[in-house]
């Protein structure tokens, strides 16, 4: 195909693939694993060789962001993000460019709380990718950050891991490093890595030792409270030896 379109400028092949593409069957597609993963790497190759042919095409992808194939939607937001970062950089954009630009920074914003982790962790990956590229415009890093900070309460573990290192990015590449209060962040820092070590499970051994410690107590406690008991049996049985057979009488009256 890019020879096609490069060497014979048959640039209308590309929204021809796509389309022919984009008309599969949704639930075909969610059935043929094999085949999805392929036309996933078919679209997002496109993106990165031939990014000025694929504008055309999003149209066409976007329908298919709500389709039932994973897989297809995690490729379509790798698509947006490639589109973003080649074409929509640039500082001097026009207006028509800007709104294409928020448009599918949206689309990756939205995708952030999909139904699935793959496209989860997939679109988090290709934030990661526009932070470090430095594509992300400063009026949408705050939002961006807040949605990520959510996802680190994932239960999947990749996307809490992509999560991490979206947000280590976010700090590392952020424009107002510089002016940001390392010391106010390291004591925040200290309590939060208090709390976490509070939360760790306590040492097998020490746990052990613990228990031991309890039993020892709990022994010793027994051994007074039976000494007493069997003292204070031995003077009753003294108290009924010396007794004569009138107190005797007396006591078991009353």
Not at 72 to 89: C, D, G, N, P
Not at 118 to 146: E, F, M
Not at 198 to 223: R, S, T
Request: include cysteine; glycine fraction near 2%; hydrophobic fraction near 35%.
């Amino acid at each position: 195909v890019e020879m096609f379109v490069v060497e014979f400028n048959c640039r209308s092949m590309v929204l021809e693939v796509v389309r022919e593409i984009t008309r599969l069957d949704t639930r075909e597609l969610n059935r043929d694993t094999s085949g999805t993963r392929s036309f996933s790497q078919f679209l997002i190759e496109l993106a990165e060789r031939l990014p000025e042919s694929m504008k055309p095409c999003i149209s066409l992808l976007l329908l298919h962001l709500d389709g039932e194939s994973y897989m297809l939607r995690k490729s379509i937001l790798f698509v947006l993000a490639e589109m973003v970062s080649r074409i929509y950089s640039a500082e001097n954009l026009d207006d028509g460019a800007k709104e294409s630009r928020d448009q599918y920074l949206e689309c990756l914003q939205d995708h952030i709380h999909d139904v699935n982790a793959h496209v989860r962790s997939g679109v988090l990956q290709a934030w990661n990718r526009l932070c470090k590229d430095k594509n992300i415009p400063l009026n949408r890093q705050y939002d961006v950050l807040k949605l990520v900070v959510g996802r680190l309460q994932d239960k999947s573990t990749n996307v809490r891991k992509q999560a991490i290192q979206l947000l280590t990015s976010l700090l590392q590449f952020n424009p107002f490093n510089a002016t940001l209060p390392v010391e106010e962040l390291k004591e925040q820092y200290d309590v939060e890595l208090k709390k976490l070590e509070e939360m760790q499970p306590p040492d097998k051994e020490q746990e052990q030792a613990k228990k031991l410690q309890q039993w020892i107590d709990i022994e010793k406690e027994l051994e007074v409270y039976m000494g007493d008991n069997q003292s204070s049996d031995n003077d009753k049985d003294d108290v009924w030896e010396n007794a004569s057979p009138g107190e005797v009488h007396e006591r078991i009256r009353h």
